[in-house]
């Protein structure tokens, strides 16, 4: 295969932090509005409809809005609204619907479903002109540009960024707003990072875990997710409280780990959890914007920028793991942008 030297994944990647930093202004108001809708009136629950890369952003959401707020985020499975036909039940909820091309059918039929139910419904969408864009009551275009790879990256920062904005109002927490304000520059500021070391450890290997907690947890999902549709590599996404339990029985020397490590109230016991694996044997590739405790970091940590708040790191580890999987990717000869069996937008029912 003709592998590219700058592939369209590492491209549109690197512009992440300008596409956050222009939806953050361009986007306040739709952002501000939806933030007061889950701070002045708190709704019962949260309801979430997402395929692919696009439910990894939900899941980042779902503990952000969790912690900060207490009330619960559920998924809504898409196809109890398209194959099943089944009536929702949603008095007072918010639905949002978060989307890259804003078109599967099954996705439609779920936010239709939810509106029908009572909920009122949000789009976070790339795609303006989108059955699900045109159907919400608020929608937040992303306005990341086209997005031409398959492996969605931009569009997933934003995405999460969007949501991390509206969990910021609704949270009236200035800590939060501060972070998220610095989050375009943390993004820019990962364009420094030596990879080298992390990259020699998945260049050979044939499978692997990532882990995190807490929003860390949705970005260890998506970063499996790249692992598999880009480079090929069997990569499986676990809690790292989870990871302790039937999947370490797994891990063997050499053994590859990815840890999201961010410094909130998780950062103990991830590091904990992250030193046992390295102590079985495990290869561990550990993002974190501070240092673990002992006498070194174990593995081979990669340093991240930080954006002064906790929750909002896992975003910026994401931004290095995207360069880490596409280098590993190019690296096994294989195309970043033309995975086998797969193409940009899938309309499922």
């Given at each position: ?23 953050l ?28 890369s ?37 008095p ?18 779920l ?43 931009k ?17 009236g927490?200035?800590g939060?707003?501060r ?25 050979s ?30 990569a499986?996404?676990?809690s790292?409280?989870?990871i302790?339990h ?10 590859p ?6 410094d909130?109230?998780s ?18 590739i ?16 990669v ?18 793991a ?28």
């Amino acid at each position: 295969m003709n592998v590219p030297e700058v592939s369209l994944m590492l491209r549109e990647a690197n512009q992440s932090p300008a596409a956050v930093d222009r939806l953050l202004r361009e986007e306040a108001k739709g952002i501000v509005e939806v933030g007061a809708w889950l701070r002045d009136n708190p709704p019962a629950l949260v309801t979430m409809a997402a395929r692919g890369s696009s439910d990894h952003a939900a899941t980042f959401f779902k503990y952000l809005m969790e912690v900060t707020s207490g009330i619960p985020v559920a998924s809504i499975g898409p196809s109890v609204a398209s194959l099943y036909k089944q009536r929702l039940r949603l008095p007072s909820a918010v639905h949002f619907t978060v989307s890259q091309s804003g078109a599967s059918p099954d996705i439609v039929a779920l936010q239709a479903a939810a509106k029908a139910g009572g909920a009122r419904t949000v789009a976070i969408v790339n795609v303006p002109d989108s059955p699900v864009a045109r159907e919400a009551d608020l929608t937040i275009q992303l306005g990341a540009g086209p997005e031409k790879s398959v492996a969605a990256t931009k569009s997933f920062i934003t995405s999460a960024a969007a949501l991390a904005a509206i969990v910021s109002c609704a949270a009236g927490d200035a800590g939060f707003d501060r972070g998220l304000a610095a989050l375009p520059e943390a993004l820019s500021r990962t364009s420094m990072i030596d990879l080298s070391e992390p990259q020699e450890i998945l260049a050979s290997a044939r499978s692997l875990f990532t882990c995190g907690r807490g929003p860390g947890l949705g970005i260890a999902m998506e970063a499996a997710l790249k692992c598999k549709e880009t480079s090929g590599l069997h990569a499986e996404a676990f809690s790292t409280a989870e990871i302790m339990h039937g999947p370490l029985r797994l891990v063997e020397h050499g053994f590859p780990v990815l840890g999201f490590v961010q410094d909130d109230m998780s950062f103990d016991a991830n590091c904990n959890a992250m030193q046992k694996l390295t102590a079985l044997g495990a290869r561990t590739i550990t993002f974190s914007s501070r240092e673990m405790p002992g006498e070194q970091t174990p593995g081979a940590p990669v340093p991240l920028p930080s954006t002064g708040h906790g929750l909002l790191d896992p975003l910026v580890a994401l931004l290095p793991a995207y360069r880490l999987i596409e280098a590993v990717t190019r690296q096994r000869g294989l195309d970043p942008d033309q995975p086998a069996n797969l193409r940009k937008v899938t309309e499922t029912l």
